[in-house]
Structures are given as C-alpha cells and as structure tokens.
C-alpha cells in the first residue's frame, strides 16, 4: 500500500497514464502524453506494465503468454520497414486543439509555428487541389492564434499556395540538392512537366 | 516464462533486403534489436576518414560508382518512390529515374567532362524535354561545391552506425555554422562512400525532409540495358529546354549571394504561363531561388514566409518586379534575401 | 473518449508517419495475438514469428485502415491470414477448430478453460499467473479492489464507478492506479526474466 502511493508520487505521470489507457484522460493530455510516450522509454514501460495487469486481470493464459523481447524485436524490424503514410482526407479537429505534423520517422516537438491543416473542402473549388496540402504561417511573434484565425489564415493561404506551386517547381527542377542522387529534385517533384519550347 | 531463441532473433535482422556488395562484407544478423544507436563497430571503423575526406568521398560516389536501387523521399505529408540506376564507366556518367508514384515519368542523365544532359520523358504526351545543365557550372565535375568550402559552413562530425537498406552506415552530422542554411544527417556506406540517406534537420532535430534507399545495389556491373526506358520514344516530340542565360547586372537588378552561397544558374524562362528570370544559389547542400517578375499582377504573399514541407518561400514587391524566393533554407535566410534586391534601372 | 478512441489515435499518428506510436500497439496488443496464434500454431518460437510478421503486415497496410471496425478486430483478422498462409506454405493445414471457436475461447477468461493449452509449461505458467494476481487482489484494500474490478472486468466508467462507490472521480482515478501498481508488484517476478528486467 504505502509502496503505491510512493509510485503515484514519484511519477505523477503513470497516474495520468493509467487514465489515458481508460480513454479517461481529456483530448489535449492524451495528445501530449502519447506524444511523450513515444519517446520516453520509462513511461513506454508503465504502459506495458498498465496492459499486462489488465490482460492478467481477464486472462491468466493471455498475460502468461507475455514475451519481454518481442516489442523490442518488432520495432527493429519496423526500422526497416519504409514509413507508411496514409493520405489524409480532411482532417478532423478534435475540439479546438490543432493536429501537429510529424515530421517522418521523429515524434512530434513543441513548435512555435503554427501549422494549419488546409482542407480541400475549405477552397469550394473542386479543382483547386494543390500538391503541397499543408500551409504553414508563421508569424513574427510566437503566440498560438486561435482556431477561428487560424481557419481564416489557411483560407487565404491555400488560394496563394495555389500560384507557390509554380515556384516550387521552378525551384526544384534546378536545385542542387545533397549528392544523394544529384537528381534529388526530380524525386521532390515526380510528375512536374518542365516546360519545353 | 517464455524466452526468445536467438534463431528467431536472426530472422528479424535479414529483412527483406539483400544487398551484394562487392566492396564491403554485408554486416549480418548479428545485432540484436536497434534503433539508430550511436554505436560504433570494428567494421566501420576501419573506413577512418576525416571529415573532409568523407564530403569528397560523398561526392566522388555519387559520380563515380554504380548503383541501382529504390529512393524514398518524404517531407510534410507527402512521400514518393523512384527507382534509381547509375552506371560510371571511367568517362560517363548515365542516369536512369523512373517515378513509381504519381504521373509516369523518366529522367535519363549522361554526364561527361564537357556536357550534362538531361532528357525528361513524358509519356502522356508523348514529348522529351531536353534539359542542358551548364557545363559553366561553378563547380564543374563536382557535386554541390568544393569539400573543403563546406566544411567552412558547417561543422561535419561522424556519428555512429546506423542501418539503412540492410547495410550498415556511417552517420555523419552536418550541423550549420549561420542560421542561412538547415543541418543535415547523412548515412553513407562507407566503403564505396555512397550516400544512402540524407535528413535535412532544423535546430530542434526535426527532420524536415528525408531522402533514403530501401534498397540498393553497390559497385556491381550493372547491364547497360537497364538504363533503356520502358517506353519507346518513336515518333515522341522533342523540345529543349527553354532556359536562355540572362545578365540580370545589365538589367539593373542586384541580387546578392548569401554568405557562403553561389550563383549557380541565373536564366530567363516560362513559368506555368508567365515570364521570369531566375537566380539559384547554392552552398553545396541547400539551395535557393530567386525569382524576378516584372510588371507581375500577382499580389505578393504578404503573410510572411510561407513553409511548404521543408521549403520556405517570401514574396515581396521591387518596383513594378515580384521578387520571389524559395529554397530549403530557414524562413529567416529566405525573407533576408528578398530583402536585398535592389533594381537600380538598366544600364 | 474510450480505450478505442486511444487505439484510434494511435494509428492515426502511425498514419502521420510516426512509428513509434506503432510500438505502442503491438506492446498493447502483443499477448492477445499469442494466444489466438496458439490456437492455430504449436511451436511457442514459430507463435512469435508469425506474430511478428502479422503485425509487420499490419503496418503496411495500415493506409487502409480506416477506422470503421476496431483496430484490434482488424488486426485479429490480419493475424489469422497470416497464420494460415504460414501454415499453407508450410504444407500444414489449421487444425481443424473454426474460427467461431476461436472466437468463442478468445472471450473466456481464465484458467478453468485449460484445455486449450497443451504444453506443461505454458498451463505452469499461466497457473502462476492466476495465483500472483489471486494474491493482489485479495491484499488489496477494499476500495482499491472494488474500483479496479469495476473498472476492468465490468468496463464501467470512472464516472460510473464514482457513483457507485460514492466518490469523486478523481479517488477513483487514484484507487484504480494504485491497484494496477500493488497487482503488477506480484505480476512481475512471475513474467520478468530476469530480476533486474522490468517485463
């Protein structure tokens, strides 16, 4: 007993854990403590922990069947797995917290820029689908704007995105690039047409 | 209760990848679940090179050595594939590309000492678009700039081991000694010195943009009819490029180099459906844009800099001109370098 | 929001390219889909690798998923194709229980339902599995055994078990967590390897 309530105060964290594993935690806690689940190995340990008692609480059979390697072992292979991206359709809001974007392969970090979700649906204009989906402003300062800003900011964004995409390509069909494939620009825009006389 | 047979520890390791390798052993199955870990091993090891012996052997591979395999970049949201072959042999350099997602396309490059050619086939319309890169190149024969001039910009120290494609990699961290330019972590195999994945990173380590082989053949012989396309171009049009070299001093327009960047292309060319001249710098690894307009109706992107991915872009008005730039560069370096065009009238 | 909401969001981070959310699943999901490949496979060795390649084939297809089912029932149905494509490539054929069976012993708990696992070890070591948590749930004080049963074998709600046990929900949040510490105290010498090795 007292060694519990040592645990719960040495990591205020596995508390909020135990929550979040019972979808009892608000929107906004579970977005940041999954985030820091990814990279925490402490934490990634309570959670195993969470579910084994869980799973030995219905199941003997199934909790007796843990393996201590195997996760360790499927995420080894999972490196060499090339990282699947899904297409987004438009993107859910999830009252009023704004999705961050991961970048590939790293978990998200804290940004002071805001990163605005542009959906097609925003633009009423079937035919208006940019390449380049996703617009970020920043601003000077670095003050989260609201949502109702930011929805107007990526309203106006995205039709300016629309005549960005011409440079991009301009850009890209010239640029240098690393010296992984000299022809890095051609993998950063398959399917441009270069104009031709 | 349960333990874990080594042997089924050792089928995680193949993967799916078995790369031959004429040059170095293939580090096999040994290790036991890893991430990139900064671990350094005896193999690796013995390739010690100084940094600046490492660029030029990144550079030296990207010309010199064959390959063929499949690249994966990715930035923002958006991931694409391409197959890759490259075949050197002691005086030309050939190239094939073939998008696997997306439109269909083939970018076939030949690179000897005096030319550079690249022909960009587009099936659905049946047309190759010729494309000459400037044999005036600053830095002719070589990639990106000299060695020893990168090292100026940034800090290049080697990391530890990190697998890529089934091969292990010597990781090397490029970390920007300004704020006109991103840092970058590069994997490179270290016996032929090819370069199998890059990262271009912020100061947070974000990765912004990532470019790696799945997979990948080194230093084979690799049979010339692999650099063929798969389609036939009988009876397609072909067009040049329509890129003509401009002098943008004798048109009045000052468009300064960033530190440690050089002009490396500056032309007049149709963009989509307008006019425009532009300028690229590049500083061996970035590279920037800057684009000129005159007497452009647009209205310039007045919400600041703009971030596509990893690419930044900020427009602003000179005279009657829109002055465009963009490049892979952080959004302070971009907005810098709009802000020193000048126009000061033809000569 | 509910245990399949978090699932949700996790492959919805998978999706953004995060592969450690990934980590996060299979660590959650890793038992269930032993015990189903056990049915189907004997070998405890053979269990983890079929295992390991169904969750690898999950991930590449995780594009496709889009969340009309529940994550774990669609990776359940992708561990059993790749179960029996294993077993077909192999020359062996599933024996010969339905898949409505396995279906029907996924959902008993616990160990009087034995018959299912034929090795000793295996019926050991679940045997010693029921006796650790047995012995934590009897040790534990009555208000944290209420709330954690409460919670994981009848599913309630926190706000529900608040007013059940008349209290405020964050006690029961507490008392839940305490018992999941004080059951995972016994749990761990049984499945740790070693002593040092946290699971």
């Given amino acids: 007993m007292d060694k519990s309530a040592m645990s719960s105060n040495l990591h205020p964290e596995w508390e909020r854990l135990s929550s979040l594993v019972d979808g009892e935690l608000d929107a906004e806690g579970t977005d940041a403590l999954l985030t820091a689940l990814c990279r925490d190995s402490e934490l990634h340990g309570e959670w195993v922990t969470l579910h084994i008692v869980g799973d030995a609480l219905r199941s003997s059979e199934v909790a007796a069947l843990h393996a201590p390697d195997f996760c360790a072992r499927v995420s080894a292979a999972l490196a060499l797995e090339p990282t699947v991206l899904a297409p987004r359709a438009s993107p859910v809001r999830r009252s009023g917290t704004l999705r961050r974007y991961l970048a590939p392969g790293v978990a998200v970090a804290a940004s002071a820029a805001v990163i605005a979700f542009v959906a097609v649906p925003l633009l009423q204009s079937p035919t208006a689908v940019a390449p380049t989906q996703q617009v970020a402003v920043t601003a000077a300062p670095t003050s989260d704007p609201t949502p109702a800003e930011v929805s107007r900011r990526a309203a106006a964004t995205v039709a300016k995105a629309r005549s960005l995409d011409v440079y991009l390509a301009a850009h890209r069909e010239l640029a240098a690039g690393v010296a992984l494939p000299r022809a890095t620009p051609y993998l950063r825009t398959p399917g441009e047409v270069p104009e031709g006389r | ?347 | 929001m509910s245990d399949r909401d978090i699932d949700q969001q996790l492959v919805e981070r998978v999706q953004r390219g995060d592969k450690a959310a990934f980590d996060l699943l299979v660590s959650k999901y890793q038992r269930k889909i032993f015990r189903l490949l056990s049915r189907l496979i004997r070998d405890a060795a053979e269990v983890e690798d079929v295992a390991q390649e169904a969750f690898i084939k999950a991930y590449r297809a995780l594009p496709n998923f889009r969340g009309d089912s529940a994550f774990y029932t669609w990776l359940y149905r992708i561990a059993i194709n790749t179960a029996k494509n294993h077993l077909v490539s192999q020359g062996r054929r599933a024996p010969t229980s339905t898949e409505t069976e396995i279906e029907d012993a996924e959902t008993f708990d616990d160990g009087e339902h034995l018959r299912d696992l034929n090795t000793p070890e295996a019926m050991l070591a679940s045997r010693q599995v029921a006796d650790a948590v047995n012995r934590a749930v009897e040790r534990l004080p009555e208000d944290l055994r209420t709330a954690v049963v409460l919670r994981e074998l009848e599913g309630l709600s926190y706000e529900e078990i608040a007013e059940t046990m008349n209290c405020p929900i964050g006690t029961v949040r507490s008392r839940i967590f305490r018992a999941r510490e004080a059951i995972a105290e016994e749990l761990r010498p049984v499945l740790s390897t070693t002593k040092d090795k946290r699971w």
């Fill in chain 2, 1 to 347: 209760m349960r333990t874990v047979g080594p042997a089924a520890r050792a089928t995680v390791a193949l993967g799916r990848w078995l790369p031959l390798l004429i040059m170095t052993a293939v580090v096999a199955a040994a290790s036991s679940a890893a991430r990139a870990q900064d671990r350094p091993r005896p193999e690796a090891a013995s390739q010690v090179r100084t940094p600046l012996q490492w660029v030029q052997a990144i550079q030296q591979a990207a010309a010199r050595v064959n390959y063929s395999g499949t690249v994966v970049y990715q930035a923002g949201g958006d991931m694409r594939s391409s197959r890759i072959t490259h075949v050197y042999d002691g005086k030309r350099s050939q190239e094939r590309i073939q998008t696997l997602d997306g439109k269909p396309r083939e970018y076939l490059r030949t690179r000897t000492d005096n030319n550079d050619e690249v022909h960009c086939l587009i099936p659905e319309s049946r047309r190759i678009v010729i494309e000459h890169r400037a044999v005036e190149d600053p830095f002719p024969g070589l990639i990106g700039a000299p060695a020893a001039d990168i090292l100026k910009l940034y800090q290049v120290e080697a990391g530890g081991i990190e697998r890529v494609a089934g091969i292990e990699c010597q990781v090397l961290t490029f970390t920007p000694r300004d704020a006109l330019r991103y840092g970058y972590q590069l994997c490179v195999e270290p016996a032929s010195g090819l370069l199998l994945k890059s990262q271009m990173v912020n100061d947070r380590f974000d990765v912004l943009e990532q470019v790696a082989f799945t997979d990948v053949r080194i230093g084979e012989r690799i049979d010339r009819a692999r650099l063929k396309p798969a389609w036939s171009t009988e009876g397609w049009s072909v067009e040049r490029s329509d890129h003509r070299r401009v002098d943008l001093a004798k048109a009045g327009w000052v468009v300064p180099a960033p530190d440690g960047f050089r002009r490396t292309k500056e032309i007049a060319r149709r963009m989509g459906a307008r006019d425009a001249m532009q300028v690229v710098f590049s500083d061996g690894l970035a590279t920037v844009s800057v684009f000129i307009e005159p007497g452009a109706e647009l209205k310039p992107l007045t919400e600041g800099v703009q971030m596509m991915g990893p690419t930044a872009a900020y427009s602003r008005r000179v005279g009657d001109a829109l002055v465009t730039v963009v490049g892979e560069v952080p959004p302070a370096a971009v907005r810098g370098l709009a802000g020193s065009v000048e126009f000061n009238g033809p000569r």
